[in-house]
């Protein structure tokens, strides 16, 4: 497999990276060398040995040995014709560019099929949860009904900020704009158009249909106010940014509205730059894809999946190797109860109806056991902090 | 693709029953025929025309024409013969049978790499939650750290129960045991069997490596406490019966133990008969899978997309059709806020501050915006209850 890389920022790098670091594993995983053969930005970042560089896409599409061309420059115009360019030449396409997908999609799709090479786009949604396979291939047996998301890190992240630390939205949006959580253009994220993108690639695959973008109904977070969120809160909600698409009688129905979900809800759970995608359908009723929206790795994580994707592999490899190595994990916070004051470290405790109840801080059980000795007591494992 | 079905239980019949209704659509999607041809049971269920009932395995193996033999009947023994026997004539396999693999994966994996053939089993962790797949595919970047899960939603139910309803272990198992909830042979479930096969399935793919299953560590839920588990809610914690396997410095740790889960943790919110998977690695982080981990059609829907994974599809379709139906969805339940009472159909509302906040009825917007005609006022959307 040979791959040119065109875009070498954040997510490019970090695709790079990964294919250098991983080199090895992933050759014997898909039976295949993995050789990236080009980086192709406009400054060179400093690539590793074999790499070429070069300022000129044309080079990487003019190559017939390149089987994959990975698009990571982003925006509606370049990135377009360097993917139109690659399909023509019978190259496979890995792209994250969900504002190009959900503009001209149906003009790429169609391009691609008439050629019979494939465009994949798992990064496109949700960073590197993967969710844009899994619908279109584990969920393949259903109907699906309905698509609800938090697919806006940026956003929940402010609307988290606004929660936790009592803040209205334009000091939430100063704090993350900080951090350097926001687009440069903040209206793709502020006003739900970067979400919009994202349900309209959900809601393609999802519906099987092309349409006009133009057609989603858009409401961003500007409006939300601290006060609302408080109001919302003594009835069990929290405020979301919720992009969703559903089966209607007469139409699709897609939008992206900010709205009240029940803190009992695991989508109201969703905090801080978090993303979801919830799938109900008619055979395995609703599944939820959670993880990280965004970041180099995380995004070049499902770049690399598809990357390997386009290697048509036959069998799944089996190769592992017999352990006898298999212990229970030991180390780990713990739930005590006695009927004793006990001499443990602890982070929390309390007494009550003449019990002692601990959390241990994180130690190990054999350890913590031979403190306990001659104590009668409760023990359980205590989750990792997350 | 030519399909046998042996075992037409809960999950065989309902995978018979999605074969049948969806057909065309799934020969759409994988461009070739889909055909059940034999379906394979003590008794007859009732099968669809044309496929043809046998209560003899070996009809469906020594018939050249089957691609892939789907064994639903479970267990360790009739299920492994019929597994090795359709790898042994070159046949894919599709089974949900975790008990097998957690015993004798190695050996079933070794014969079907040496015949070239595959062997899926989507469906035997999870139910119908995608997550076999995504781990060895969509993460195939990564080097999986940890893998943590609610494996079992039985005993998440029972555990469910007792919190929600005040009961103790005993009683909570007695009204599971009613529902039919519980396996036949209890102590797979209680004991943490089940959830230990299916760890044991998750670990193999994750670390790649091939291990005793007996070598598993696992506690059930039976000495789980009412008094504990309200001892543990007092400190922020659920009790869940959580299976983990993770990468340690000289060993695979790998149990399954009951665990205090911190209520804020998206883990602590899984309910009821619900499974999650949370799957740690240094790209792409935490990700998470959450849905129903059993049921006819929420298993079925596992194994259908397993079956049609044997067919080595090249290309994505994209034959999708252009609409312009595209609108918002305007059927909600709303948050509305204003200065004075309003005279809306609601399902809650307060005031305070001089301020009136509803949560209105599930209805439609624009009819809801016009009897606020004329009224200042805050609109938000409210998430349906699930």
Known sequence: MIIGIVGLGTVGFGTLDILTKEKERLEKEIG??????????????????????????????????????????????????????????GKHVVTANK?????????????AKEKGVNVFYEASVGGGIPVVVPAKESLIANNIKKIEGILNGTTNFILTLMETDNLDFKEALAIAQDLGFVEADASLDLDGFDAAHKIAILAMNA?????????????????VTKQDMDYA?????????????????????????????????????????????EITSDYVENVLFYG????????ASAVVSDIMKTHNKELWTHDYTYTDAITPIEDSRFYVRSSQPLDIDYEESYSMDDQYIYITTKQNLNALKLQLSGVKYTLLKVRDEK
């Open 32 to 89: 295949e060398e993995v050789v990236v053969k080009y980086g192709c930005a406009l400054e060179n970042p400093g690539l590793p040995e074999g790499v070429i560089y070069t300022t000129d896409f044309h080079d990487v599409l003019d190559d017939e040995s390149v089987d994959v061309v990975v698009e990571l420059i982003g925006g509606l115009t370049f990135a377009k014709t360097i993917i139109m360019g690659a399909i023509e030449k």
């Open 99 to 111: 504002a190009l997908l959900a503009h001209d999609g149906q003009e790429i799709f169609t391009a």
């Open 207 to 223: 519906f099987h249909i092309f349409f006009d973008f133009d057609k989603i109904h858009t409401t961003g977070i500007r409006q």
């Open 233 to 277: 809160k003594k009835l069990g909600y929290r405020i979301k940014l919720i992009a969703q698409a559903e089966k209607l009688d007469n139409s699709i129905g897609i939008d992206v509205s900010p709205t009240l979900v029940p803190m009992s809800d695991i989508v109201g759970n969703v905090m801080q730059a978090y993303n979801v995608v």
């Open 292 to 299: 990280k929206g965004a970041g180099r790795y995380v995004t």
